[in-house]
């Protein structure tokens, strides 16, 4: 079945770091990765789509700047989470899709719990 | 506009009982339908989908949905609770855009 890991799982950083996450398909390529924040007790919320070789379309509330993504090859996506700050504080999932314009279905990987101190 | 309805936030049962998640949708065209779980500080595990064909969908752990057009429904459903399937249940659209629309959840607590 298709794989996609995040890494790291969970992540602690002092206020103004910056904190790169990444986001892996292991036995599949994706030409399309997305990123999501849940917030507790939450549904996912879509931060942004990120493609490869090509800039992020990020949804309309998201900074741009703030959340850096870098799609670079096939089957890697990374979201830098730059000078965090504690209201950065989420569980960050990301997913995947081997064939999205005839499954639509995605593929998620296990989320990474970030806190901001 | 797609949009994903996931009246319950909280759905008890005891271990044994058939349970039932309700989720409604609305799209433009046909939809793909998904119901995702997802346990405590976890990412969403994939359950079941609907994107043609039979309106009653099999998935995995045991759990099936079915699929009403004219209800525009997609509940997902189980003969027999476990405790193990206790979490939070997610209901998802793909109405055409490149995304997947999800509901608020659902919490599923299945009670011993």
């Known amino acids: 079945g298709a794989v996609v890991s995040q890494h790291p799982s969970w992540v602690i950083c002092k206020s103004g770091t910056s904190v790169k996450i990444e986001c892996r398909s292991l036995?599949?390529?994706?030409?399309?990765m997305f990123w999501y924040r849940q917030f507790p007790k939450q549904s996912l919320m879509l931060m942004a789509t990120?493609?490869?070789?090509?800039?992020?379309?990020?949804e309309q509330g998201v900074e741009k700047d703030k959340f850096l993504i870098n799609h670079a090859s096939l089957t890697l996506s990374t979201l830098t989470v730059t000078s965090a700050h504690p209201e950065d504080s989420s569980f960050y999932i990301c997913?995947?899709?081997?064939?999205?314009?005839?499954?639509?279905?995605?593929?998620f990987g296990e989320g990474s719990r970030l806190t901001v101190l | 506009a797609q949009s994903v309805a996931q009246p319950e936030d909280q759905v008890n049962v005891a271990e044994g009982n058939p349970l039932t998640v309700k989720c409604t949708y609305s799209?433009?065209?046909?939809?793909?339908l998904f119901w995702y779980v997802q346990y405590p500080n976890r990412g969403l595990q994939f359950l079941l989908k609907?994107?043609?064909?039979?309106?009653l969908v099999k998935g995995s752990y045991g759990f099936e949905a079915e699929f009403n057009k004219s209800q525009t429904s997609f509940h997902l459903k189980k003969p027999s609770a476990l405790v193990s399937d206790s979490a939070l249940y997610f209901c998802?659209?793909?109405?055409?855009?490149?995304?997947?629309?999800f509901g608020t959840g659902t919490r599923l607590t299945v009670i011993p």
């Open positions: 799209v433009s065209g046909n939809p793909y």
């Open positions: 036995d599949f390529q994706a030409t399309t």
């Open positions: 990120s493609n490869e070789g090509s800039k992020a379309t990020y």
């Open positions: 997913s995947a899709s081997r064939d999205w314009t005839n499954t639509g279905e995605l593929f």
């Open positions: 609907y994107i043609t064909g039979d309106n």
């Open positions: 998802a659209v793909n109405g055409g855009a490149n995304n997947l629309f």
